[in-house]
Structure formats: C-alpha cells, structure tokens
C-alpha cells in the first residue's frame, strides 16, 4: 500500500501579539467554569456549601481572567489585534459583544 499525496504540515510559528495576561484568561476562566460546574454535579445539582463557595468563586476566576486580558489589550500596540482576525484571538468575543471593529 501506497501513500498519495502526504500530507504538509505547517511549521509552527511563535505568536508575538499576546502574552500572560492572555493565558491567564483562557486558564482562570476554564478554571472558574469547570469548577462550578464540577462543585455542582458533585453535590447532584442540590445546594450545598460547596455549590455555594462555588458560585462565588467560579465568576470570580472568570472575572479575574477577563481583567487579565482586558489589562493586556490596553497596551496601544495589541489595540489593533483586538479586531485583527489573522493575529487576535479576541475578534469573535469583541464581535459578540457589539463592536463594529
């Protein structure tokens, strides 16, 4: 058995755009989601302290990596890649929230 036309990888490029503050948001608002989401299905969708802490704690992590980022797209120079789809990963977030670029 032959292989037809292997197929070409891209080599992969180092992005210069964005930098913790960026991670930061995709880390702590997964890490809000997941562990309300987790606190709840543990305690079987019932109220308990845990769903409680859970439910302050989780939109506080969110909140914290939206401040992040926010913080990083502050900077004059990573204004423009806000709504730059070849180099923001923003653009579908600031385009959901009602800017027009």
């Known amino acids: 058995m032959t292989m037809a036309n292997p197929v070409e990888l891209i080599p ?6 964005w930098g913790v503050p960026a991670v930061l948001n ?5 890490l809000g989601a997941g562990f309300y989401a987790a606190a709840a299905l543990a305690a079987g969708l019932a109220a308990s302290p845990a769903v409680t802490l859970a439910s302050w704690l989780g939109p506080a992590l969110v ?35 009602g800017g027009t670029g």
Do not use: I
Request: no cysteine.
């Open 12 to 17: 992969p490029t180092r992005q210069r755009v």
């Open 26 to 30: 995709f880390a702590l608002g997964g």
């Open 63 to 97: 909140l914290a990596g939206f401040v992040s980022v926010a913080a990083e797209a502050d900077v004059p120079a990573h204004a423009d890649a806000v709504w730059d789809v070849q180099a923001g990963f923003v653009t579908p977030r600031a385009a959901a929230a």
